[in-house]
């Protein structure tokens, strides 16, 4: 029996219906919410309340009984405890502005959205905050979770971060079920550099084994990865030790080491002689690490931190250098600490 203490089953609305949000929503009707799954395409909402299953994006999974599907935001949000965002980074900003003349005073939000926003470099949360102000409690869901194993209610685990420490606990709570565990922190600024950051290192991660270079290389590039996601967040103001746990580590491990990873897998097509246009298309679904290897290229270099690995892959994608001449740049960098 679990000893967490029970919680009242109140409604939640999880906005966006790709894999992940479908994931997101399929979950917490497993822990026993009525959750409302919306997804702005009317033709596909129609679609997953015929099927009661997203036969798209994650087709494995069946809809438990607990899931309405809606196309229509506000009847989403009507009567929602706690309103879940799972859109990608580009797409934030703008719904939380289509979010903002519809939230109740007592609205709580969060999202499972990784990735800085391109025009400014601000992560979610001050996007979030540009947009509403301060006076709703956030939070971000992140950590090493792939969408299809929580649909199949395989055992996972993720974290929970928000300034407000109730409301952390409170979605972890919703969250649990036998197959599911989240923890919690404070540090919302290191979660979500874990986040936006993993997803580059992921599709360098995938370029490196597309053209055979090893398993000394990719554990190369993910433990020294690992040092310039520290370094950025530090820089950004969170703690170091967050980058030890699940949103850290734990997601850059998972997303750089298995093919369920787009980011990953969209290295692997490049390296085998596919543009950028082409992998994207194989794909046919989000690549974040594509668009944010230019953002988080960006925000380095306006807080001066060195991150050559991040470069190299940013060079990659958008200066058209060859992997192999970058792998050789940063095999002949100086000599360091290796704790630098």
């Known amino acids: 029996m679990s000893q967490i ?15 992940w949000g479908t994931a997101l929503a399929i979950q917490f009707a497993r822990a026993g919410h009525p959750t409302r799954l919306w997804s702005r395409d009317a033709a596909f909402a129609a679609e997953m309340r015929a099927a009661r299953r997203n036969a798209r994006y994650l087709p494995e999974a069946k809809f438990p009984d607990a899931i309405e599907v809606h196309d229509d935001l506000t009847g989403a ?13 580009h797409a934030l900003r703008s719904l939380l502005l289509q979010l903002k003349p519809l939230l109740a005073r007592d609205a709580r939000l969060a999202w499972a959205t990784k990735g800085f926003e391109l025009e400014t470099g601000k992560l979610p949360h001050q996007v979030a905050y540009d947009v509403l102000g301060d006076k709703y409690p956030v939070a971000v869901l992140s950590g090493p979770t792939f969408a299809r194993e929580v649909g199949m209610g395989l055992p996972t685990a993720m974290t929970i971060a928000s300034p407000d420490e ?95 990873s787009r980011n990953r897998r969209f290295g692997l097509a490049l390296a085998a002689g596919k543009s950028a246009k082409e992998a994207l298309a194989e794909i046919g679904q989000v690549v974040e690490g594509y668009t944010a290897a230019r953002a988080v290229h960006r925000v380095a270099a306006r807080e001066k931190v060195d991150m050559p690995l991040v470069h190299g892959i940013y060079r990659i994608l958008y200066e058209n250098e060859p992997a192999r001449d970058v792998v050789k740049d940063l095999m002949t960098r100086p000599i360091r600490p290796e704790t630098e």
């Not at 203490?5 to 894999?19: E, M």
């Not at 949000?77 to 980074?89: C, K, N």
């Not at 540090?187 to 290192?201: C, H, P």
Request: glycine share 14%; charged share 15%.
């Open 5 to 19: 203490p029970p919680i009242a089953h109140d409604p939640v609305a999880v906005l966006g219906a790709g894999s």
């Open 77 to 89: 949000l009507r009567g929602a405890v706690a309103i879940i965002i799972a859109v990608p980074s």
């Open 166 to 260: 109730d409301f952390a606990h409170h979605l972890a709570r919703s969250l649990h079920a036998p197959n599911f565990r989240a923890y919690t922190s404070t540090d919302i600024v290191g979660v979500e550099v874990g986040g936006a950051v993993k997803n580059v290192l992921a599709v360098g991660a995938g370029l490196c084994d597309g053209l055979g270079f090893g398993a000394n290389t990719r554990i190369a590039l993910i433990t020294r990865g690992l040092s310039e996601v520290v370094r950025l967040g530090v820089a950004l103001g969170a703690q170091a030790e967050t980058f030890m746990g699940l949103a850290g580590l734990g997601d850059l491990v998972l997303t750089s080491t298995d093919n369920q």
